[in-house]
């Protein structure tokens, strides 16, 4: 898989597991990745440490409403980390 100058989504991004493969795809040379958490906002601190490559998007994968918004907000997307879950 060819990392640098990909466009990534991550599920559960806003911690733990999520928040370290966001770290790697930065370190790796991505592009831009959307950081997907159930409150955006709990991402917003990899907003701040990776200004214009980051972007918090809301994504609750048990909600099909935020997966197909998710869809239309981020159609460049070629890399897909379904991370999230307990
Ligand atoms: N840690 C391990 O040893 C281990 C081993 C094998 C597999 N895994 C898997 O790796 C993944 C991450 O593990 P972790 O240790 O980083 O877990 P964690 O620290 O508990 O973090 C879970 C992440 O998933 C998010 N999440 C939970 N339900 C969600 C939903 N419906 N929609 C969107 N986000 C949701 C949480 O968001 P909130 O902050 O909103 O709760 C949080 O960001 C999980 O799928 C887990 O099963 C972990």
Known sequence: MDIKGCVAIVSGANRGIGEA???????????????GARDAA??????????????AIRLDVSDPSTIAAAAVACPDVSVVVNNAGA
């Open 42 to 55: 709990s991402a917003a601190h990899l907003e701040q440490e990776f200004p214009d490559r980051v972007q």
């Open 21 to 35: 493969f966001v770290r790697v795809l930065m370190q790796e040379g991505a592009a831009r990745v959307y950081a």
